[in-house]
């Protein structure tokens, strides 16, 4: 039997060439997925669940295939926006469930089917195939999260510990740019926090965290310690995640780093080939050390696209997510971004998902218990 995929379809998911697919055979299932570029995702993606809804499709491909269709499906879901490509969440739970039983320690089929299964509050379900991989892998950050949580949502008499949790903050501006100066002052450093107080919520927008200003350094605070992350507040090197990360935790001046709060940095990011008008911002959970923000000044007061909430994402320790066919204009999840090709990051304004918010949680706990609270 051909797998037949209608010209309107290709298209829709920007395929390579409609005759490649038409021509293509069940036995050429692992191929024709595969021969599909990165950056065409979306339409790799659809090609696949077509050859998986097909009998005739060999047992030893259909296999492999799961696996090619959790690799990309495992940032999606129809929690994170909507998306150009139907998402059935029984038909994909079903799939994924397949996967699992040929392969439980495919850590894509996992993802996939653990995200799928927490946000349909199959919270047994999602326990039978996370903890014997949470066990596996003891440093895996979010498998450790979605256990403890699945085991929180089964056990209501630990429901408590699923409360807000308040978190301090210290701000530290490191720019000598003098209209980042202008902006950052104490009173838009509180509206800040204000601003994450009001974003920092689920889709029904229940609040995962709550946030209190403990204190702020201004550049004429900190420009003459001497500090090496100070310095990195106007660099044009280009950004490197664990060499920033080494300077920050070896910093010992209280002014720039609170080792017992959240520290946002306020700088003039510089990335190629817009230079300082890159704007760019990143967030580094640390481990079990202090999270930080590098927050460009340009986007103070939410801009555009929530730096603020999205950064303290990854500082919480999430990661990318995706949105399959999304424009600009598109509603997505803070998590959402253009990195990993199904499509534009959007506008980054719809709350996180129940599987975000297990992460969290669970690394908002930790944070609470390192800084003593």
Not at 18 to 47: H, I, N, S
Not at 66 to 77: G, Q, T
Not at 245 to 261: G, K, L
Request: with cysteine; hydrophobic share 40%.
């Amino acid at each position: 039997m051909r797998i037949i995929f209608s010209i309107s379809r290709c298209l829709a998911v920007g395929a390579l060439s409609a005759m490649v697919l038409c021509q293509a055979t069940a036995g050429d299932a692992l191929e024709t997925v595969r021969g599909f570029p990165e950056k065409q995702r979306v339409a790799r993606l659809a090609a696949c669940l077509e050859f998986l809804r097909d009998a005739s499709t060999p047992a030893a491909a259909r296999a492999e295939l799961i696996k090619l269709f959790a690799e990309d499906a495992r940032l999606l879901s129809p929690h994170y926006g909507c998306n150009s490509i139907r998402i059935d969440e029984k038909e994909w739970i079903d799939l994924l469930s397949e996967g699992i039983r040929q392969d439980p320690g495919d850590i894509h089929v996992v993802y996939a089917l653990t995200r799928l299964l927490i946000n349909t509050r199959q919270y047994a379900k999602a326990l039978e195939v996370v903890r014997p991989y949470a066990r596996l892998h003891p440093d895996d950050q979010a498998s450790r999260a979605w256990v403890e949580y699945c085991e929180l949502k089964l056990n209501a008499g630990e429901e408590k510990r699923n409360e807000v949790m308040e978190f301090d903050v210290h701000f530290c501006v490191i720019t000598k740019n003098p209209k980042a100066q202008r902006m950052a002052t104490r009173a838009q450093l509180e509206e800040e926090i204000a601003i994450l107080n009001r974003r920092f919520v689920d889709l029904a927008g229940n609040p995962l965290g709550k946030f209190r200003l403990k204190s702020a350094s201004l550049y004429d605070d900190v420009k003459d310690l001497g500090c090496p992350f100070v310095a990195l507040g106007d660099t044009t090197q280009p950004y490197d995640s664990y060499g920033w990360q080494e300077i920050f935790n070896q910093c010992e001046h209280r002014q720039v780093r609170d080792a017992s709060a959240i520290n946002i940095f306020i700088n003039d990011a510089y990335r190629e080939p817009l230079g300082f008008d890159s704007h760019i911002c990143h967030g580094k959970n640390n481990g079990n050390r202090p999270p930080y923000i590098l927050l460009d000044y340009a986007r103070l007061n939410n801009t555009s696209l929530s730096p603020e909430v999205h950064e303290m994402g990854h500082a919480f320790g999430l990661g990318h997510v995706g949105v399959a066919g999304a424009d600009r204009f598109s509603h997505t999840n803070y998590m959402c971004s253009s990195e990993h090709n199904y499509g534009s990051g959007g506008r980054r304004n719809l709350g996180f998902s129940e599987d975000q918010a297990a992460i969290m949680l669970y690394n908002g706990r930790r944070m609470r218990e390192f800084f003593g609270r």
